[in-house]
Protein backbone atom coordinates (compact mmCIF):
# COMPACT_ATOMS: atom_id res chain seq x y z
CA UNK A 1 0.00 0.00 0.00
CA UNK A 2 0.97 3.48 -0.55
CA UNK A 3 2.30 6.28 1.33
CA UNK A 4 -0.70 8.68 0.40
CA UNK A 5 2.05 11.78 -0.25
CA UNK A 6 2.73 12.81 -3.41
CA UNK A 7 5.23 11.74 -6.06
CA UNK A 8 6.06 12.19 -9.66
CA UNK A 9 3.94 10.46 -12.38
CA UNK A 10 6.68 9.85 -14.66
CA UNK A 11 4.99 5.90 -15.60
CA UNK A 12 1.64 8.16 -17.51
CA UNK A 13 3.57 11.42 -18.40
CA UNK A 14 0.71 12.97 -16.92
CA UNK A 15 3.30 15.99 -15.97
CA UNK A 16 1.99 16.57 -12.38
CA UNK A 17 2.33 15.07 -8.95
CA UNK A 18 0.01 11.99 -7.86
CA UNK A 19 -1.20 10.87 -4.05
CA UNK A 20 -3.18 8.42 -4.87
CA UNK A 21 -0.89 5.44 -2.70
CA UNK A 22 0.27 3.67 -6.00
CA UNK A 23 3.59 5.36 -6.48
CA UNK A 24 6.22 2.70 -7.71
CA UNK A 25 7.73 0.75 -5.21
CA UNK A 26 11.09 2.54 -5.15
CA UNK A 27 9.47 5.62 -4.13
CA UNK A 28 7.79 4.36 -1.41
CA UNK A 29 11.02 2.31 -0.02
CA UNK A 30 12.55 5.55 -0.26
CA UNK A 31 10.44 8.41 1.22
CA UNK A 32 13.03 11.26 -0.30
CA UNK A 33 10.91 10.55 -3.50
CA UNK A 34 7.95 11.78 -1.51
CA UNK A 35 6.13 15.03 -0.48
CA UNK A 36 3.61 16.60 1.60
CA UNK A 37 2.16 18.93 -1.15
CA UNK A 38 1.42 19.43 -4.91
CA UNK A 39 2.90 22.28 -5.10
CA UNK A 40 6.62 21.07 -3.26
CA UNK A 41 6.21 17.96 -5.74
CA UNK A 42 5.73 20.20 -8.56
CA UNK A 43 8.54 23.03 -7.79
CA UNK A 44 10.64 19.23 -7.50
CA UNK A 45 10.07 17.79 -10.20
CA UNK A 46 8.31 20.07 -12.74
CA UNK A 47 10.00 23.00 -12.17
CA UNK A 48 10.04 24.29 -15.57
CA UNK A 49 6.26 23.79 -15.96
CA UNK A 50 4.79 24.28 -12.16
CA UNK A 51 1.38 26.07 -13.94
CA UNK A 52 0.20 22.54 -15.79
CA UNK A 53 1.72 20.23 -12.82
CA UNK A 54 -0.63 22.53 -10.47
CA UNK A 55 -3.14 22.73 -12.97
CA UNK A 56 -3.76 19.85 -14.54
CA UNK A 57 -6.74 20.86 -16.49
CA UNK A 58 -5.39 24.39 -17.51
CA UNK A 59 -4.79 27.70 -15.18
CA UNK A 60 -7.69 29.41 -16.91
CA UNK A 61 -5.93 32.66 -17.16
CA UNK A 62 -5.55 33.50 -20.89
CA UNK A 63 -2.83 33.57 -23.58
CA UNK A 64 -2.56 34.84 -26.76
CA UNK A 65 -3.45 32.38 -30.12
CA UNK A 66 -1.69 34.93 -32.19
CA UNK A 67 -2.66 32.51 -35.49
CA UNK A 68 -6.25 33.33 -34.77
CA UNK A 69 -5.47 37.33 -33.44
CA UNK A 70 -7.68 36.52 -29.92
CA UNK A 71 -6.86 35.30 -26.74
CA UNK A 72 -7.74 32.52 -25.25
CA UNK A 73 -8.25 30.39 -21.66
CA UNK A 74 -5.65 27.76 -20.57
CA UNK A 75 -7.57 25.05 -20.53
CA UNK A 76 -8.52 21.76 -22.61
CA UNK A 77 -10.10 22.45 -25.84
CA UNK A 78 -13.85 21.57 -25.42
CA UNK A 79 -14.26 22.48 -21.36
CA UNK A 80 -15.16 25.59 -22.61
CA UNK A 81 -16.24 27.84 -25.00
CA UNK A 82 -12.53 30.09 -24.76
CA UNK A 83 -10.76 27.22 -24.03
CA UNK A 84 -7.50 27.11 -26.43
CA UNK A 85 -5.79 24.37 -25.26
CA UNK A 86 -2.99 23.89 -22.19
CA UNK A 87 -0.41 27.04 -22.55
CA UNK A 88 3.01 26.30 -23.52
CA UNK A 89 5.31 27.40 -20.72
CA UNK A 90 7.82 28.18 -22.88
CA UNK A 91 6.17 30.54 -24.74
CA UNK A 92 3.03 31.95 -24.04
CA UNK A 93 2.55 34.65 -21.28
CA UNK A 94 -0.48 34.38 -19.02
CA UNK A 95 -2.82 36.97 -18.20
CA UNK A 96 -5.55 37.32 -15.79
CA UNK A 97 -7.87 39.22 -18.67
CA UNK A 98 -8.10 38.49 -22.06
CA UNK A 99 -8.22 42.66 -22.37
CA UNK A 100 -4.45 42.74 -20.91
CA UNK A 101 -3.65 40.11 -23.12
CA UNK A 102 -5.17 41.45 -26.25
CA UNK A 103 -3.09 44.99 -25.29
CA UNK A 104 0.20 43.22 -24.70
CA UNK A 105 0.44 40.38 -26.95
CA UNK A 106 -1.98 41.56 -29.73
CA UNK A 107 -0.97 44.88 -29.99
CA UNK A 108 -2.16 45.41 -33.36
CA UNK A 109 -5.52 44.48 -32.80
CA UNK A 110 -7.91 47.04 -31.87
CA UNK A 111 -8.33 46.08 -28.40
CA UNK A 112 -11.99 46.31 -28.08
CA UNK A 113 -12.33 43.81 -30.91
CA UNK A 114 -10.11 41.80 -29.49
CA UNK A 115 -11.42 41.09 -26.31
CA UNK A 116 -14.94 40.79 -27.61
CA UNK A 117 -13.52 38.49 -29.98
CA UNK A 118 -11.75 36.29 -27.14
CA UNK A 119 -15.22 36.16 -25.06
CA UNK A 120 -16.61 34.85 -28.10
CA UNK A 121 -19.33 37.78 -27.77
CA UNK A 122 -22.03 38.05 -29.89
CA UNK A 123 -22.98 41.50 -28.18
CA UNK A 124 -19.88 43.77 -29.77
CA UNK A 125 -21.68 45.90 -31.84
CA UNK A 126 -18.29 48.78 -32.31
CA UNK A 127 -17.26 51.56 -30.24
CA UNK A 128 -19.63 53.74 -32.71
CA UNK A 129 -16.85 56.19 -33.57
CA UNK A 130 -15.90 57.12 -37.24
CA UNK A 131 -13.34 56.45 -39.43
CA UNK A 132 -12.31 56.66 -42.94
CA UNK A 133 -14.31 54.63 -45.23
CA UNK A 134 -11.69 53.72 -48.16
CA UNK A 135 -11.31 50.28 -47.01
CA UNK A 136 -14.65 49.54 -47.32
CA UNK A 137 -15.14 51.19 -50.53
CA UNK A 138 -16.72 54.26 -49.20
CA UNK A 139 -15.39 58.16 -49.86
CA UNK A 140 -16.43 59.42 -46.58
CA UNK A 141 -16.53 58.27 -42.77
CA UNK A 142 -18.21 55.03 -41.59
CA UNK A 143 -19.22 54.01 -38.32
CA UNK A 144 -17.74 51.47 -36.46
CA UNK A 145 -20.28 48.99 -35.69
CA UNK A 146 -21.55 46.17 -38.09
CA UNK A 147 -24.10 46.87 -41.27
CA UNK A 148 -26.38 43.50 -40.11
CA UNK A 149 -27.84 45.69 -37.43
CA UNK A 150 -29.39 47.64 -39.89
CA UNK A 151 -27.46 51.08 -39.66
CA UNK A 152 -26.34 52.53 -42.93
CA UNK A 153 -23.76 53.99 -41.72
CA UNK A 154 -21.94 51.39 -40.30
CA UNK A 155 -18.44 50.31 -42.30
CA UNK A 156 -17.88 47.19 -40.53
CA UNK A 157 -15.89 46.35 -37.13
CA UNK A 158 -13.21 47.87 -36.37
CA UNK A 159 -10.52 44.96 -36.06
CA UNK A 160 -6.95 47.04 -35.95
CA UNK A 161 -5.12 48.96 -33.64
CA UNK A 162 -3.99 51.21 -36.27
CA UNK A 163 -7.45 52.32 -37.86
CA UNK A 164 -8.14 56.30 -36.72
CA UNK A 165 -11.27 56.87 -35.23
CA UNK A 166 -13.34 60.02 -34.35
CA UNK A 167 -15.97 60.83 -32.24
CA UNK A 168 -18.22 62.93 -34.29
CA UNK A 169 -18.89 61.96 -38.81
CA UNK A 170 -17.57 66.47 -38.50
CA UNK A 171 -14.38 64.95 -36.77
CA UNK A 172 -13.61 62.42 -39.34
CA UNK A 173 -14.08 64.56 -42.25
CA UNK A 174 -12.35 67.43 -41.38
CA UNK A 175 -9.24 65.17 -40.83
CA UNK A 176 -9.64 62.87 -42.96
CA UNK A 177 -11.37 64.52 -46.26
CA UNK A 178 -10.63 67.40 -45.65
CA UNK A 179 -10.95 68.32 -49.16
CA UNK A 180 -14.21 67.62 -49.37
CA UNK A 181 -16.72 70.18 -48.08
CA UNK A 182 -17.29 69.66 -43.75
CA UNK A 183 -20.91 69.38 -43.87
CA UNK A 184 -21.30 67.62 -47.06
CA UNK A 185 -18.76 64.90 -46.22
CA UNK A 186 -20.82 65.05 -42.52
CA UNK A 187 -24.28 64.66 -44.36
CA UNK A 188 -23.00 61.93 -46.77
CA UNK A 189 -21.10 59.94 -43.88
CA UNK A 190 -24.59 60.00 -41.61
CA UNK A 191 -27.14 59.67 -44.54
CA UNK A 192 -28.56 62.78 -43.26
CA UNK A 193 -30.00 65.53 -45.84
CA UNK A 194 -28.54 68.86 -46.31
CA UNK A 195 -30.19 71.98 -47.09
CA UNK A 196 -27.47 73.60 -49.00
CA UNK A 197 -26.96 74.34 -52.51
CA UNK A 198 -24.21 73.53 -55.43
CA UNK A 199 -23.27 74.86 -58.51
CA UNK A 200 -24.64 72.57 -61.86
CA UNK A 201 -22.15 74.63 -64.07
CA UNK A 202 -23.12 72.30 -67.16
CA UNK A 203 -26.52 73.29 -66.99
CA UNK A 204 -26.54 76.56 -65.17
CA UNK A 205 -28.33 76.57 -62.36
CA UNK A 206 -28.10 76.14 -58.12
CA UNK A 207 -29.42 72.57 -56.97
CA UNK A 208 -30.73 71.90 -54.07
CA UNK A 209 -28.69 69.29 -52.30
CA UNK A 210 -31.84 67.58 -49.90
CA UNK A 211 -33.40 67.42 -53.38
CA UNK A 212 -30.95 66.85 -55.81
CA UNK A 213 -27.79 65.55 -54.16
CA UNK A 214 -24.57 65.61 -55.87
CA UNK A 215 -22.29 62.79 -56.63
CA UNK A 216 -19.12 65.36 -57.23
CA UNK A 217 -18.03 65.32 -53.37
CA UNK A 218 -15.15 68.37 -54.48
CA UNK A 219 -18.07 70.69 -55.21
CA UNK A 220 -18.38 73.52 -53.05
CA UNK A 221 -21.73 73.95 -50.80
CA UNK A 222 -23.64 77.50 -50.32
CA UNK A 223 -25.74 78.49 -48.15
CA UNK A 224 -28.39 79.54 -50.37
CA UNK A 225 -29.10 80.45 -54.23
CA UNK A 226 -27.90 83.94 -54.29
CA UNK A 227 -24.25 83.51 -52.64
CA UNK A 228 -24.15 80.02 -55.36
CA UNK A 229 -25.31 82.05 -58.26
CA UNK A 230 -23.11 84.98 -56.95
CA UNK A 231 -19.88 82.92 -56.34
CA UNK A 232 -20.32 79.33 -57.92
CA UNK A 233 -21.38 80.75 -61.49
CA UNK A 234 -20.50 84.67 -61.82
CA UNK A 235 -21.00 84.72 -65.45
CA UNK A 236 -24.60 84.18 -65.57
CA UNK A 237 -26.83 87.65 -64.67
CA UNK A 238 -28.38 86.76 -61.30
CA UNK A 239 -31.68 86.80 -62.59
CA UNK A 240 -30.64 84.19 -65.21
CA UNK A 241 -29.26 81.67 -62.86
CA UNK A 242 -32.40 82.60 -59.83
CA UNK A 243 -34.51 81.49 -63.12
CA UNK A 244 -32.89 78.44 -63.71
CA UNK A 245 -32.54 77.73 -60.23
CA UNK A 246 -36.24 77.51 -59.35
CA UNK A 247 -35.88 80.84 -56.96
CA UNK A 248 -38.10 83.80 -56.23
CA UNK A 249 -36.52 86.96 -57.59
CA UNK A 250 -38.94 88.90 -55.06
CA UNK A 251 -36.95 91.15 -52.65
CA UNK A 252 -33.61 90.93 -54.51
CA UNK A 253 -31.55 93.79 -55.08
CA UNK A 254 -29.86 96.65 -53.44
CA UNK A 255 -31.87 99.05 -54.35
CA UNK A 256 -29.27 101.01 -55.30
CA UNK A 257 -28.93 102.54 -58.62
CA UNK A 258 -26.72 101.58 -62.00
CA UNK A 259 -26.01 102.49 -65.43
CA UNK A 260 -28.00 100.64 -67.98
CA UNK A 261 -25.57 101.61 -70.93
CA UNK A 262 -27.46 100.25 -73.79
CA UNK A 263 -30.70 102.02 -72.96
CA UNK A 264 -28.36 105.08 -71.72
CA UNK A 265 -30.44 105.51 -68.18
CA UNK A 266 -30.11 104.79 -64.47
CA UNK A 267 -31.83 101.60 -63.19
CA UNK A 268 -32.24 100.76 -59.79
CA UNK A 269 -31.39 97.09 -58.79
CA UNK A 270 -34.34 95.42 -58.09
CA UNK A 271 -37.06 93.24 -60.07
CA UNK A 272 -40.33 94.76 -60.97
CA UNK A 273 -42.09 98.11 -62.46
CA UNK A 274 -39.85 101.40 -63.13
CA UNK A 275 -37.62 102.07 -62.37
CA UNK A 276 -36.47 98.69 -61.26
CA UNK A 277 -34.17 97.68 -64.29
CA UNK A 278 -33.34 93.74 -63.01
CA UNK A 279 -30.51 93.23 -61.13
CA UNK A 280 -27.24 94.65 -61.29
CA UNK A 281 -24.60 92.67 -62.66
CA UNK A 282 -21.43 91.88 -60.83
CA UNK A 283 -19.19 94.22 -62.54
CA UNK A 284 -22.13 97.48 -62.49
CA UNK A 285 -20.71 100.43 -60.35
CA UNK A 286 -23.48 100.56 -58.31
CA UNK A 287 -24.45 104.36 -56.68
CA UNK A 288 -26.53 105.00 -53.90
CA UNK A 289 -28.70 107.86 -54.72
CA UNK A 290 -30.83 108.41 -58.47
CA UNK A 291 -28.76 111.98 -58.61
CA UNK A 292 -25.22 110.56 -58.09
CA UNK A 293 -26.01 107.69 -60.60
CA UNK A 294 -27.15 110.78 -63.24
CA UNK A 295 -24.37 112.43 -62.33
CA UNK A 296 -22.24 110.23 -64.81
CA UNK A 297 -24.46 110.95 -67.56
CA UNK A 298 -23.85 114.32 -67.48
CA UNK A 299 -25.26 114.63 -70.77
CA UNK A 300 -28.35 112.97 -70.43
CA UNK A 301 -31.09 115.34 -69.49
CA UNK A 302 -32.10 115.19 -65.90
CA UNK A 303 -36.07 114.23 -66.53
CA UNK A 304 -34.32 111.20 -68.93
CA UNK A 305 -31.97 110.07 -66.96
CA UNK A 306 -34.04 107.47 -64.64
CA UNK A 307 -35.66 104.38 -66.33
CA UNK A 308 -39.52 105.41 -66.39
CA UNK A 309 -42.23 103.29 -66.50
Not at 132 to 152: H, M, Q, T
Not at 258 to 272: E, S, W
Request: overall charge negative.
Amino acid sequence: MGTGRFYPDWIFHSGTCLNDGNEPTNMANDESWLLDSLEECCERYFSWDTNACMNVKGSGLWYADVFNNVCVTDCDVGDGSTCGGQANVFSDNLYADPRKCCETELAWQFVEFCEAESFKSACYGGSGLYYRGDSVGVNVCVKDCDPASGDRTCGGLVEESWVVLHDTAEDCCSHEYSWIDNELCAARSTYSSLNKYWADKTNGKCEDDSVNPTTDLSVAIYDSIESCCSEGLSWLSKTACFAASGGSLTGLGTNKFYIDFINQQCAKDCVGAAPCGGLAQQWNILFDTEDDCCSQLSWIPKKDCTKKA
